[in-house]
Every structure is written in structure tokens, then in C-alpha cells.
T-cell receptor, first 116, second 111 residues
Framework: NAGVTQTPKFRVLKTGQSMTLLCAQD?????MYWYRQDPGMGLRLIHY???????AKGEVPDGYNVSRLKKQNFLLGLESAAPSQTSVYFC???????????????FGDGTRLSIL | SQKIEQNSEALNIQEGKTATLTCNYT??????LQWYRQDPGRGPVFLLL?????KEKRKERLKVTFDTTLKQSLFHITASQPADSATYLC??????????FGGGTRLMVKP
């Protein structure tokens, strides 16, 4: 039982390049989330999904796209990377509840992304 | 939008003492408040959830209070140990029913 697994763990990109961050969970959770964490700031929600085939915008969605084709996977894409997207990206999942905030979230260990 | 304030300065305490961390929120009165622990290079790990109608919640050496009048939560670790050293994050639901996280407070427990 691995929980939430993120790949890759580290990546360096050049401005304008694209890439996809992968998140997989084996807990059969309905909800999945992508956050970014920057020094001195709290985790900020980028996009989330309340079930297979659904996605929605969070607090800071610009420059990112997501897909949830399978219940266990949630992909985060950067179409044209910018230096402002240098950050640590965390994926999380939670069980079905009354909304998105009344259940514990289970996090992966993050992807450290640098955009040069 | 919801705003959460946690002391950005590290809290240094001696082993065996009680550590108390503060979480203040503004702009929105949440129904839930959660605390997470984050170790360097790792993702946050859920510790406790407290609801607005619960004044206090305990789990082993951990205690969380939720004061809706003061708009504040206190997180206590009793009999602290060096292994408790980590960054502790507070989070509440916001008007969009998603979680808003604070920037976290780093706790250092010295032997």
C-alpha cells in the first residue's frame, strides 16, 4: 500500500518546455488535488478532481492543465513552462465527504521543479 | 478569500516541555480546521481535524483547541521529543469549501 506516489521527484526545465507530472493513489479515493508550495507561503490549490473524468480550477490554475482519465491517476501538465512555475508540487487525495475540506488529505512527497 | 496566519519564526523548546503553536484565521469562519505535520523533503501528514462545534480535541500527546470567537486554533504537543521537530501546518475550509493552508511554523525540540 504505497498511498500517493508522485513522479518524477525532481526535474529541471527550460522556459517554454512542456512536461507532465504524474500522481497515482492506491486508496480508491474519489477526490484528488494538485498544490504548489513556495517558500514562506502556504500550499495553494492549482486544480482538483471530485471523480474520474472531472476536473475543476483551484486558487492558482493559470498555466496548468489537468486530466483524470482513471480514478487512481491525476496528471498535471505545464504546456509552456515559466520561471514563476518553479516550485514544489504536491498531489493529494481524500475520500468522498461533504465537500472538499472535511476529510483528511493524503499527500505524496512532492515533485521539485525548477524552470530556468 | 480566507487568510491563515501562523508564526513564521521557528519555535525552539527543550525536550519534555509543552510546545504551543498558534493558527489565526481571518475573512471567513470555517466549519473545520485541520493540522498537518511536514518533514523536510516530504509531503504533509494529517494529524487532527476539529469541527467548529468542538472546543478541544486530543490524540495521544497532541491537543488542538478551536476558538471561533478569537478566530484562533492552538496546537499543543505535551512532553515534546526531538522527533517532534518538524513544520506544522494549519488549514481551514474556505468559502469555496476547499482547504486554505497557512505557511506553517517550524518546531525545533532540543534534547
Amino acid at each position: 500500500n504505497a498511498g500517493v506516489t508522485q513522479t518524477p521527484k525532481f526535474r529541471v526545465l527550460k522556459t517554454g518546455q512542456s512536461m507532465t507530472l504524474l500522481c497515482a493513489q492506491d486508496m480508491n479515493h474519489e477526490y484528488m488535488y494538485w498544490y504548489r508550495q513556495d517558500p514562506g507561503m502556504g500550499l495553494r490549490l492549482i486544480h482538483y478532481s471530485v471523480g474520474e473524468g472531472t476536473t475543476a480550477k483551484g486558487e492558482v490554475p493559470d498555466g496548468y492543465n489537468v486530466s483524470r482519465l482513471k480514478k487512481q491517476n491525476f496528471l498535471l501538465g505545464l504546456e509552456s513552462a515559466a520561471p514563476s512555475q518553479t516550485s514544489v508540487y504536491f498531489c493529494a487525495s481524500s475520500i468522498l465527504g461533504q465537500g472538499l475540506s472535511n476529510q483528511p488529505q493524503h499527500f505524496g512527497d512532492g515533485t521539485r521543479l525548477s524552470i530556468l | 478569500s480566507q487568510k491563515i496566519e501562523q508564526n513564521s519564526e521557528a519555535l525552539n523548546i527543550q525536550e519534555g516541555k509543552t510546545a504551543t503553536l498558534t493558527c489565526n484565521y481571518t475573512n471567513y469562519s470555517p466549519a473545520y480546521l485541520q493540522w498537518y505535520r511536514q518533514d523536510p523533503g516530504r509531503g504533509p501528514v494529517f494529524l487532527l481535524l476539529i469541527r467548529e462545534n468542538e472546543k478541544e480535541k486530543r490524540k495521544e500527546r497532541l491537543k488542538v483547541t478551536f476558538d471561533t470567537t478569537l478566530k484562533q486554533s492552538l496546537f499543543h504537543i505535551t512532553a515534546s521529543q526531538p522527533a517532534d521537530s518538524a513544520t506544522y501546518l494549519c488549514a481551514t475550509n474556505n468559502a469555496g469549501n476547499m482547504l486554505t493552508f497557512g505557511g506553517g511554523t517550524r518546531l525545533m525540540v532540543k534534547p
